[in-house]
């Protein structure tokens, strides 16, 4: 069974995304999951976090 995740930089907070990772990638808003969810293929969000890594480096974790 897959389990919906979050940032671990967004704590407590519900402002964030969550994503679950199986056959496909399914990306839904926290505060609003009663609108549903984006499903991608695995190979399109391989290329989405390998591009966001690029821009945008991973910042330093503060937990």
């Known amino acids: 069974m897959s389990t919906w995740r979050k940032?671990?930089?967004s704590a407590n907070e519900?402002?964030?995304?969550?994503v679950l990772?199986?056959?496909?990638v399914g990306v839904r808003d926290?505060?609003?999951r009663h609108l549903g969810e984006l499903?991608?293929?695995?190979a399109a969000w391989t290329a989405l976090v390998?591009?966001?890594?690029v821009v945008?480096?991973?910042?330093?974790?503060?937990?």
Do not use: N
């Open 21 to 24: 990772l199986a056959g496909t």
């Open 14 to 18: 519900a402002e964030c995304v969550e």
């Open 50 to 53: 390998s591009e966001i890594s």
């Open 7 to 9: 940032s671990s930089y």
């Open 56 to 63: 945008q480096p991973a910042r330093e974790h503060r937990g």
């Open 30 to 32: 926290t505060k609003a």
């Open 39 to 42: 499903t991608v293929s695995r």
